[in-house]
């Protein structure tokens, strides 16, 4: 006869065991199904240039509203110097004119036009020609300085007022720019992060590589040089290979793409803007078959970066922040145009 007696209920202890062991499964195969493949050292290469690239787009950008969040502090503060000249010069126009409403009340009172002038508020009634004949030569002169002076100062006052609201809004562009190149660079750092030490050393042992190979192409027949103030620059930037890139900085032992180049021709004698943008129109445009060596390359459709032509289809650059300042071929980045600088 078939038992109908109850299965005996499991302990509470193997219950916990197996609802823990279940979870843990559970978790291992969600896991398991939403973990991303880990890139392979070529594709975290590639990735990473791609990520370098966006960031060094924002951080040229940044530089430029650093140039002009500096250019407009400079205008403000001689406006306001002008504006503190200006009041000080109202001050001692109008103190004269006091002097003579002086004394006119001595010698037997004050023009009524002069005391209304002097009181209050003059600028309607100075506008009318019928209050201005009621006053004297002197009068009338001190009277149109003053006036004068006063639509003066009202515009440089209004100059600063749109200069303010302009510094305002590029220094706020200028936070917005950092921030993104700081973020491209920590994906960039992130995506280097996730490889095996293994894979990065290797990574970094074909940077090596292409670097040394790049150095022997450009040195060539005893290395290239240019003439004149180009030449110079070259000489002057080949001082700063194996120095670190890093965004924003102009030197001495770490800099981005367009400060090195400034930085070069400006111990050569040439003063260079600060940026990627304007230095592509510091000189005559040229194409890759005219280079010669020193002349600036621009790169990229949008001309973010900049390097020095180092001769033999090579360039030197301040390249990202894995390979610092180095020599590299022309060819491994989008040419746009050459730049002969005058002089």
């Known amino acids: 006869m078939a038992s109908h007696r109850r299965p005996k209920q499991p302990s509470r202890l193997r219950v916990t065991v ?36 966006e960031s060094e787009q924002a951080a040229e950008k940044a530089n430029g509203a650093k140039e002009r969040q500096d250019k407009l502090e400079k205008e403000i503060s001689q406006l306001q110097d002008q504006v503190a000249k200006g009041q000080d010069e109202l001050n001692t126009l109008r103190s004269a ?16 036009s002069l005391a209304l002038f002097l009181s209050g508020d003059p600028d309607s009634y100075l506008d009318k020609a019928s209050t201005m004949e009621q006053l004297s030569g002197k009068q009338v002169e001190a009277v149109q300085k003053i006036q004068a002076k006063q639509r ?16 305002a809004a590029t220094r706020k562009e200028l936070d917005e720019k950092k921030k993104a190149a700081q973020e491209k660079l920590a994906a960039a750092q992130a995506v280097l992060n996730s490889l095996s030490a293994d894979e990065r050393a290797k990574l970094g042992e074909d940077e090596k590589r292409a670097s040394r190979s790049d150095g022997d192409r450009a040195n060539l027949g005893g290395g290239a040089k240019g003439s004149g103030r180009a030449g110079q620059a070259l000489e002057n930037a080949k001082t ?10 102009t030197g001495p032992d770490s800099w981005d793409c367009s400060s090195l180049v400034q930085w070069a021709y400006g111990q ?18 040229l194409s890759l078959s005219e280079l010669q060596p020193g002349d600036l390359i621009l790169f990229y459709d949008d001309l973010h970066h900049v390097g020095l032509y180092a001769g033999n289809g090579m360039t030197l650059h301040a390249s990202n922040p894995r390979g610092g ?19």
């Open 18 to 53: 197996l609802t823990a062991t279940a979870a843990a499964a559970v978790v291992l195969s969600a896991n398991g199904a939403s973990a991303a493949p880990q890139p392979s050292k070529d594709e975290a290469k590639a990735e990473v240039d791609a990520l370098y690239t």
């Open 152 to 167: 003066s100062l009202a515009q440089k006052r209004q100059e600063a007022s749109g200069k303010l609201a302009d510094l």
């Open 268 to 285: 050569a004698g040439v003063d260079l803007p600060r940026v990627t943008y304007d230095q592509a129109n510091a000189g005559r445009h």
């Open 97 to 112: 004119l006091g002097s003579m409403a002086s004394a006119q009340y001595r010698t037997g009172g004050i023009d009524n």
């Open 240 to 249: 700063q290979l194996g120095d670190a890139y890093h965004m924003g900085d």
């Open 325 to 343: 300042v180095k020599y590299e071929a022309v060819r491994n980045m989008p040419f746009q145009f050459g730049v002969r600088v005058a002089g």
